[in-house]
C-alpha cells in the first residue's frame, strides 16, 4: 500500500443528517425540517401551506406554490428532525470513532445553531456551545476535525424572506456566520470546507425534464455566482484569523464515462466532466471561470449577474486543498434506445461491466482512481476523498452483531484504488468515509440506507431505541486504520 505516515483516516457526518434536536436550544429552521420521507423510486418532498389552508407537496429542486409558506405537518414524520440524536450522543459517538483509530473526523456546523434566521447580529450563545463540547471531545482523542460549514442548511428565513442564493445579500450572512465561527473556534478547528458538493445543482440539471431545464440553470448557475463568491470571501477571511487555516472546495465527484467508443458519446462524457466537475472546480481552485462557461450558459440560455469586482473576490480566494465525494461512476450516450440506470439520484446508461448497489448506484473503484489522476492532473493541489461508502440495508442480529461484508469489500475496493492512484503521483492526504455512523439518507430520507461502521437501532418510521452497535465493518476499519491499509 502507498499511504504515507501521518495519512488522515476518519469518517464523516452531517449536522442535519445526525444531530436531530431541530427545535432545541434556539436552533433555528431549515429546508430539511419541512422534508418527509422518499425512497428508492421518489425524491423526497417539502411540505407547504397555502394561504387558504390546505397542504401541498413540493419535490425536492421543484418550485414552491405563489404564496405558499414553510410548514411541518403534525400528521407527517419528519426524519430529520431527531435524526440519530447526535446532539445527545456525542460523547458517546465520538469515543466509537475514537476506538476506530480516526485521525479526522468531518463535520459541518448547522448554520441555525449559530444565527436561528441567518440575520442575527449575534450568535446563539447555546449554539456556539455545543460545538466547542464537541471539538474539544474531539481534541481529547486526537481527532483532527474537518468542519463544512454549508450542507445543504441555509436558514429558512433566508430562503423565504429574501430569496436565499438568488440574493446577493445571502453573501454577507453567509461571510458573518463564518467569520463568528471560525474566530470562536480558531485554536480548536485548522481545517475547513466552505461549501458541500456545491456542483450538484449543475449535475441535477440534466436530470429535469428538458421543459424546466432553462428556468432551473438560470437560477442554479446565478445562485452558484453568489456561493463562489461566498466562498473566496470566507477563504480570504480564513488566512487573516489564523494563517494556519486550510480551506478546501467539495465536489460531487461522479466519474462520467462513454458508453461506447462513439465519438458522440466520447465528446458527451467528457462535456459531463466539464460541466459537473471542472466549472466548480476550476472557479474555486483558479479563480476563474473557465473556458467553456460561456458556452455553456448559452447552452440554457442563462445570463449571468456580476457586478463589478467579482472577478477579483474570486481570484483573491483560491482554495488550499481539493475535497470530494465519490459513489459512483455513470455512462453517458447519444443513443435513445440505450438501457438506462436505475436509482435515486443516478442516472446515465446501465454500465455493463459494473455491480450495482440496491439503491441502484454504480460499485465502480476504479471510478475513483480515474477521478483522482483527472482532479490531480488539472489541479496539482492536495486531495481529500471526504465522502465514500455504500448505502445498505444491514440486519442486527440477536446477539446485536451486524454483519457487513458487502461493506468490507466495497471499502477495500476503494482503498486499494486509492493506493494506486498515489502510487500514480496523486498528493493524496485524507479518507472520510461517509455515514461512518448510521445516519438519515439526504436523498430518501430513509434510515434503512445505512453506510456506517456503527448501527443505530432506528426504522424508517422513527422507530427504535437509537442504540448504537458495532458491525464487522467496525473492527476491519479498526485494523485498517491501525497498519494504515497494510492489513485490509
Known amino acids: ?279 466548480c472546480g476550476d472557479v474555486q481552485v483558479r479563480g476563474k471561470y473557465p473556458s467553456f462557461a460561456k458556452r455553456l450558459w448559452a447552452k440554457y440560455g442563462v445570463t449571468l449577474v456580476t457586478e463589478p469586482g467579482d472577478d477579483e473576490i474570486l481570484l483573491d480566494g483560491k482554495v488550499d486543498i481539493f475535497s470530494f465525494s465519490y459513489y459512483m461512476s455513470m455512462c453517458l450516450t447519444t443513443d435513445k434506445e440505450a438501457k438506462t440506470g436505475q436509482g435515486n439520484f443516478s442516472f446515465g446508461a446501465l454500465n455493463p461491466y459494473i455491480e450495482y448497489s440496491n439503491w441502484g448506484w454504480g460499485i465502480d473503484p476504479s471510478g475513483l482512481r480515474y477521478i483522482l489522476n483527472e482532479l490531480y492532473g488539472r489541479y496539482e493541489l492536495p486531495l481529500m476523498v471526504v465522502e465514500n461508502g455504500l448505502g445498505q440495508d444491514d440486519v442486527l442480529e440477536e446477539d446485536g452483531s451486524v454483519h457487513d461484508p458487502y461493506r468490507i469489500d466495497y471499502m477495500k475496493g476503494h482503498v486499494e484504488a486509492m493506493s494506486d492512484a498515489i502510487g500514480d503521483g496523486v498528493d493524496l492526504i485524507a479518507y472520510t468515509s461517509w455515514g461512518c455512523i448510521d445516519l438519515i439518507s439526504a436523498g430518501t430520507g430513509q434510515m434503512s440506507k445505512r453506510y456506517g461502521f456503527i448501527y443505530v437501532d432506528l426504522d424508517d418510521e422513527g422507530n427504535g431505541t437509537r442504540q448504537r452497535y458495532r458491525k464487522d465493518s467496525f473492527y476491519w476499519y479498526q485494523t485498517l486504520i491501525a497498519t494504515n491499509a497494510e492489513e485490509i
Open 1 to 279: 500500500m502507498n499511504f504515507p505516515k501521518g495519512f488522515f483516516w476518519g469518517g464523516a457526518t452531517a449536522a442535519n443528517q445526525v444531530e436531530g434536536a431541530w427545535n432545541v436550544d434556539g436552533k433555528g429552521m431549515i429546508e430539511t425540517d419541512i422534508s418527509a420521507s422518499g425512497g428508492v423510486d421518489k425524491h423526497r418532498v417539502l411540505t407547504y401551506q397555502l394561504p387558504d389552508g390546505q397542504v401541498v407537496e413540493v419535490p425536492m429542486f421543484g418550485v414552491k406554490p405563489e404564496g405558499a409558506v414553510p410548514y411541518v405537518d403534525p400528521t407527517r414524520y419528519y426524519p430529520n428532525h431527531e435524526a440519530i440524536d447526535f446532539y445527545h450522543h456525542y460523547k458517546e459517538d465520538i469515543a466509537l470513532f475514537a476506538e476506530m483509530g480516526f485521525k479526522m473526523y468531518r463535520m459541518s456546523i448547522s448554520w441555525t445553531r449559530i444565527f436561528p434566521n441567518g440575520i442575527e447580529e449575534e450568535p446563539n450563545q447555546a449554539g456556539l456551545e455545543f460545538y466547542r463540547n464537541v471539538f474539544l471531545e474531539l481534541k481529547k482523542y486526537n481527532i483532527e476535525p474537518l468542519v463544512t460549514l454549508w450542507h445543504f442548511d441555509t436558514p429558512l428565513h433566508l430562503e423565504t424572506e429574501i430569496g436565499g442564493w438568488m440574493s446577493r445579500e445571502t453573501i454577507d450572512h453567509f461571510v458573518r456566520y463564518a467569520q463568528t465561527v471560525m474566530t470562536e473556534y480558531q485554536e480548536l478547528v485548522k481545517y475547513w470546507i466552505t461549501f458541500n458538493e456545491i456542483n450538484n445543482r449543475l449535475f441535477f440539471l440534466e436530470m429535469l425534464p428538458e421543459s424546466q431545464r432553462q428556468q432551473a440553470a438560470q437560477v442554479s448557475i446565478q445562485e452558484l455566482h453568489h456561493q463562489f463568491l461566498a466562498s473566496a470571501k470566507v477563504v480570504k477571511l480564513a488566512r487573516e484569523i489564523n494563517p494556519e487555516n486550510k480551506i478546501a472546495c467539495m465536489i460531487n465527484g461522479v466519474t462520467p464515462y462513454p458508453l461506447t467508443s462513439r465519438p458522440e458519446d466520447v465528446l458527451m462524457a467528457q462535456d459531463a466532466l466539464k460541466q459537473g466537475i471542472y466549472y
